[in-house]
């Protein structure tokens, strides 16, 4: 069965508990973290989930909702993308 | 193929901390299939035509905007020209009903604008045409969603100024029956139109267009700009490069959202607009890229030169990122839409004979720009055809979106609101040109256009 793989990005303070609220949430909505990365760019933690939504017990508007309710609560910054935006913005 | 951590930082950073959107999805909707003798049932069947394609078009645009995480900002239908279709209806009453159907359809789909209240007349001006432009103050002032335009020149057909020494007065009286002049916004006046613009108030579905198709408008003069400011140093040829890298990737997601949004819709996907189209939000503004270039205000010597390197870097990087380049594919310039070309008229910095002059570099022309409201009609056409024969004579679009202010005086200002912003009110030559366009007639096609 054919993969469907999203990005998360998070943009913000470090700070504890991030990555153990997302991967419960995506745990809870049995989603599968294929990878994960973190980097300091700009002044700014970035991290980013490539995640594989193909077996979610919820559709993507409402595993947004909750991404976002997590952001909101953390003061971070949390974006939820499919990956052929990223494919067709870097790669020719 | 991994994506790596700064990419996508890259990606999101640019929605979320400057501005990337997919500024429109426009589809374009062919009527003449609504025409019908008995003018009720035209009215319903265009009624119904629209009511039910734009529907889906919001509900399809909804769906990505989650899907990619990027705001598509309007969701907008363009039509075949109305006059086209109101051949054997024309009368103003019929117009203005025809408006008020299209205004409801628009209102009923949650659509901001619908664009093609106008007519083709770089030729000459049909029955049809004459009453739709007579009507348009009427129009302007009985709907909210309406945008209308005239393409009154071509390259190939010269310019109609029959046609020009109409719209001053139209455009006064339009001015004088909505609030601060508002009803001008929504008016354009073109030299070579394209068929497939997708950004209003200019939008038409051309005649050689299919039943629909679909059209976009992405912008991102905030990345641009982000960029521009990162580079202070590099000279002219690595600045040019460096914006068509990051036009590039905006054009990109527009491709994205352009091929997905016609394979859901099921109607061919036309063409991407590249043009930078700013906005009133902080820093989303292409005075801001011309600042950043290292000119202290729009309008000071070596804007020209600015803009057109800047129109140069858009339109290669775009062409690298679509086959569907199309539309005005530019830079917009409007004062009223964008915070520093406000700023730079307020300054002084900016007045008209430099914004024309810039116009002759930009993509499009003079756009949404306030004259105080007692400037003589001849005066506005005049304006007008000045603008269009550059267009006509270089062999590109050029337009006028103007609005004359009732009881407004150069250095005031007015406050549209919303997307269409704040004009500053912008001094015009007090000197008259009216014998010369009293001539009337058409100006002949330039020798350029002889390529046969």
Known sequence: ?92 | MSISVEEVFETASMILNQNLDIRTTTLGINLKDCIDNDFHKFTDNVYDKIKKNAQRLVQAAEKLESKYGIPIINKRISVTPVSLIMETHCTREKYVSMAKTLDRAAADSDIDFIGGFGALVHKGLTRSDKVLIESLPDVLAATEHICSFLNVGTNVAGMNLDAVNMIGSMLKETASRTKDAVGCAKFVVFANAPEDNPFMAGAYHGIGEPDMSLNIGVSGPGVVRSVVEKNRNCDLTQLSEIIKRTVFKITRCGELIGRELSQMLNIPFGIVDISLAPTTAKGDSVADIIKAFGIEAVGAHGTALAIALLMDAVKKGGAMASGNVGGLSGTFIPISEDSGMIEAVKCGALNLAKLEAMTAVCSVGMDMFAIPGDTPAETINAIIADELAIGIINNKTTAVRVIPVPGKKAGQSVNFGGLLGEAPVMEVNPYSSSDFLNRGGRMPAPVTSMRN
């Not at chain 1, 973290?33 to 991290?47: A, K, L, S, W």
């Not at chain 1, 594989?52 to 939820?80: C, F, H, N, T, W």
């Open chain 1, 1 to 92: 069965m054919e993969k469907e793989l999203l990005f998360i990005t998070v943009i913000g303070e470090d700070k504890k508990g991030i990555v153990a609220k997302i991967s419960t949430l995506l745990y809870e909505c049995d989603i599968n973290i294929e990878d994960i990365n973190q980097r300091i760019m700009d002044r700014y933690f970035v991290m980013t989930m490539l995640v594989d939504m193909k077996e979610s017990k919820y559709p993507l508007e409402k595993v947004r909702e909750e991404i976002e309710k997590i952001g909101d609560a953390l003061q971070l910054k949390i974006q939820i993308q499919h990956e052929n935006i990223f494919k067709m913005m870097h790669r020719v």
